[in-house]
């Protein structure tokens, strides 16, 4: 019975300090005298545990603030990087030009071991490049892309198989990650890494739809 009634009244003290969280103000030696046990089994001054805690916190804070900093500088590298693709690819002045710069963009500047261009029409001037292919779009060896071209939505990690051959052939293997773009009516844009998590499921694909877009937009000036 006593060991109920002190356990009732621990609550209550507790229950009554959270209403009056001010309350070891007016009493500080009181909070000095106070001990909380750490996780490790020893104890230590509510002062010098608050202290602890708030270390902790700051710590955390600081991490997680490295780690916006970081991101807020990769996204502002992508940005002015897909500005001026895109400033590039409208500055061509063939279908065969903007292919050409779309693929060496993404080699150069955007670190794609593996750049692969599938388009649905033939373009002149493109004969022997080993980076392109001219597939036409009822052609039953896209039937496993048949998903992601009718969303339009680009894809990220490792690809089946299948899609791996189609797109790399004999160097297939080497790719271990992939960005895939689909461009609707036009063909894919497949940029390979040897890095396995360069490219994952759930990344963003912002920045890929809008290089896909523009590359599309700049296509369109060459059609008919």
């Keep these: 019975m006593n060991e109920t009634l002190d356990k009732l009244g621990a609550h209550e003290v507790a229950a009554w300090l959270r209403r009056h969280p001010r309350f070891l103000q ?4 009181l909070a000095l005298s106070l001990v909380v ?7 230590a001054s509510l002062a010098s545990y608050q202290l602890e805690v708030l270390r902790d916190k700051n710590r955390e804070l600081s991490r997680r ?15 002015v990087r897909t500005h001026q693709l895109t400033l590039a690819l409208m500055r061509q002045n063939s279908a065969a030009d903007t292919l050409r710069a779309m693929a060496a963009t993404l080699a150069e500047d955007f670190n794609g071991d593996r750049v692969r261009l599938v388009m649905f029409q033939p373009v002149d001037g493109l004969d022997g490049a080993e980076w392109l292919q001219t597939i036409a779009a009822a052609d039953a060896r896209l039937q496993p892309f048949r998903d992601c071209l009718a969303d339009g939505e680009p894809l990220c990690g490792r690809l089946q198989p299948e899609k791996h051959a189609l797109l790399y052939g004999a160097q297939a293997d080497e790719v271990q ?17 040897r890095d396995p998590n360069r490219f994952f499921p759930g990344m963003g694909t912002l920045f890929l739809r809008m290089m896909g877009e523009s590359l599309a937009a700049a296509l ?5």
């Excluded at 007016?26 to 030696?29: C, E, K, L």
């Excluded at 009516?185 to 390979?192: R, S």
């Design 177 to 193: 990650s992939t960005a895939l773009l689909p461009l609707p009516g036009v063909g894919m844009v497949a940029v390979g890494s």
């Design 26 to 29: 007016q009493f500080p030696d």
């Design 37 to 43: 046990p750490r996780e490790e089994g020893s104890a």
């Design 220 to 224: 369109k000036r060459f059609e008919g």
């Design 65 to 79: 603030l490295q780690e916006l900093f970081g991101n807020a500088q990769e996204n502002e590298r992508l940005s």
